[in-house]
């Protein structure tokens, strides 16, 4: 009775996992077949007016890097302080709850509130606006992992430093950091990766350019939200180019996430 | 001569009523090795934590009573108990060492592990860095084995040769005490043999408090014992009275292996 029922257990789990496995194979499967089919030299060297790819795939990485200029500094410097500082403390617990909430908050949510803070009163849609939304979906991400990271350095550590004389700053930034280096440094690369594919808080706050452009003031070029639009087009041709765009874009995210694992794995 | 003395000294931990430990006095005496033995939970790692006051990392705990150091520059004692500034307790944990129970290589070289404490303390100048560390290293046994490797990092070392860094790394700077809470219980035999030689031959630099669960450890390598028990300081003197003659039952009983 006992072997049937593990057996039957075993079956389901397994049947589970293929369905689960099967669906990611077919994105991949037909991304990768009506992506490359389209996919050609010229997508990386034109831009969107001229049916390329050009400006989307450097805007979408500048947004990213913008926001991630702002996000990490930010986003690591408060996980040291909630596991770090304040350790225990009540404050310390309600950042680390609302980061909590945060990072479950809706991206169309966070989006109509840029929206609201720098699109209206600015008079327009702009790249800097899109990066911000973009830093504040990615700054609890950080913190969160920044935070388990910290807690994963055993106790003892900080006490062998605290023993030898080290102050309190000096063992976190010397040993503790060190320690926790390789989990925080995936982490970001994590956090990377899910905000590089974002579309919903991009939507009306970066808007999106057919053109290229460095000027983050305007409207800015956005891969995500390029294949939202493109996606509706009527022409054949449009559509075309959304799947390419998709292709590179999964491309992108998969090899940054790809990389974030190597280094865990490299660690061990 | 005592190098620390230990009187009154009563420890609780926050968010506690009832003290941990009540009332011991002990002394550290200078260039000897000092066990305190006891069954769990009866405050012996709790005592040798507060000798270099790794307790305040957590906020909220209480001292009462008062613990003596030896200044070895003036030669008096000051109570290490009314430390407050930081400065303060950066000088008495260099003065105070400690080993603990799983081997904490730092996530450095084996060389940078051992300069730590020295970089800590202010020494800058390279030749002398180099000097102690290599210094250290001989004196903890394991420079033999790790001079080729000095920039390799600490982690690759076996369990019972990071326990020695972490011995080699606390010499480093010097102390006049070291403290070692259970520093073989994670070790294997021929490691565990290691480091009580080495132990032994440290007592002629700096005195040395150990704690112990294992009581052949403590008649092994001690020159005087201590036995908890539930908080109380049972029973103190020299290690031969405490194992062949000790005048308490309850010491009697747990050495004798009746309980503990």
Redesign the interface.
Known sequence: MRLLLNKIILALSLVSALIGLAFLGWILVTLAIKGASAMSASLFIKDLVDNGLRNLIVGQLILAGLASFVGIPLGIVAGIYIREYGQ?SKYAEFIRDLSDIMMSAPSIVIGAFVFALLVKPFGGPSGFAGAFALAIMMIPIVINTTDSMLSLV?K????????????KY?VIF??VI??A?VGIMTGILLSFARIVGETAPLLFTSETSNYFTLDLTSSFPSMTVSIYSLANEPEESARDLAWSASFILTIMVLLINLTGRYITRNKK | MPVMNIKNFSFTYAGVDKPSIRNINLPILKNKITALIGPSGCGKSTLLRSLNRIHDLYPGNKYEGVIELLDFETNKYENILEIKKENEFIKLRQKVGMIFQKPTPFPMSIFDNVAYGLKIAGIKNKTEVENRVEEALKGAALWNEVSDRLNKPAGGLSGGQQQRLCIARAVAVKPEVLLFDEPTSALDPISTGAIEELIVELRKDVSIAIVTHNMQQASRISDFTAFMYMGDLIEYDKTEVIFLNPKEKQTEDYITGRFG
């Open positions: 225990g055993p003892e550590l900080r006490e062998a430093g605290i023993a030898l004389g080290a102050s000096k010397n040993i060190r320690a280096k």
